[in-house]
């Protein structure tokens, strides 16, 4: 079974609020309550779900915890708007759109780019987020590489600190391989569940983990670095219980 893998990644729309002073309303703000002007999938919301539905579906499908990720970042990026819900519908659709085909990830990459030009440090963000995508199946595949490099190439990442991002996830995924695994009564002690749940009660109590220890939620609470990585090595013990009683039980 693969080790499935959560790294520290603070959620990325966090930490879009920059003073911009051209096209402003084309960037994510989390202070105040925006309202939409133009066209979604040309502002940076969307833009950055496009990018995210290129590195999903580059290995051919979506895995449980992708899709529970990319649950939560609808959620949360759609809220900084005022018709949230509406825009949580549209980004969806983006996603859904952008996921079939890999033609336009160029196209895409640079539009986001242009908009986060004068800005490395977030653009370095972006893509230790889409790499936590690409691994987080616990693998990272040719054609999620490609597409990876074709991103980075775009909003123009410096090799070297593309090569040492790459690096950093790669040893964590051998050091996690080559662990032991969790006993199955730990694992239930850490989605914090009797043993004797049923398979509906154990996806109820992981979701609910999810939600708390998400560094996603974290991060919106105002809390510091310490008590984020806190939650998200509790994560990464919440998603791997959760494959092995899966693996076990068959949930």
Known sequence: MEIIIFIVVVIIFVLLNKDYH???????????????????????????????????????????????????IFTDISLVFENDKEIREELKKIYNRE????????EVSKKYFKLTKSDYQKRLRVMEYLLNLAFIDGEFSKTEYMIIEDISNAIEIKKADLDVMIQRFEAYINSKKNQAQMNLSKAYETLEINESASSDEIKKQYRKLVKQYHPDVITGQGADQATIDKATNKLQDINEAYEIIKAKKGV
Do not use: P, Y
């Not at 999903?56 to 939560?72: F, I, M, P, R, T």
């Not at 996921?99 to 160029?106: G, L, Q, R």
């Open 99 to 106: 996921k079939e085909s890999f033609e336009n990830t160029i």
């Open 22 to 72: 051209k096209q402003d309303f084309r960037h994510i703000k989390v202070n105040i309550k925006q309202t939409l002007q133009g066209d979604l999938s040309e502002h940076e919301a969307g833009l950055l779900i496009a990018l995210m539905a290129k590195v999903a579906k580059a290995d051919g499908g979506v895995c449980e915890l992708e899709a529970e990720l990319l649950s939560n």
